[in-house]
């Protein structure tokens, strides 16, 4: 599993296209890049300045992550288990 903090030039053109376009503007926004077995995924931080809160609404930052680690554990468990 790769996690990588990304601006928004550092993303592919079609990741570019992609983004959405809330807050003060997606080339403003940062993002979370996760990359594991299961693809990759991007979250943007973009969003109005009255919803930044940790409690409220970024929360699912934790979840993505710790979903991506059980997924790659679980993965890394039966490849080994292949004997």
Not at 24 to 42: C, L
Request: proline residues 1%.
């Amino acid at each position: 599993m790769k996690v990588s903090i990304l601006n928004f030039e550092d993303l592919t053109h079609e990741q570019q296209k992609q983004s959405s376009n809330n807050g003060s503007g997606k080339e403003y926004a940062t993002y979370i890049k996760i990359e594991d077995v299961d693809g990759i995924r991007i979250y943007s931080d973009g969003m109005e300045p009255e919803d930044c809160t940790f409690n409220r609404d970024l929360k699912w930052i934790v979840t993505e992550l710790n979903k991506a680690a059980e997924i790659n554990s679980n993965k890394a468990e039966s490849y080994y288990d292949r004997g």
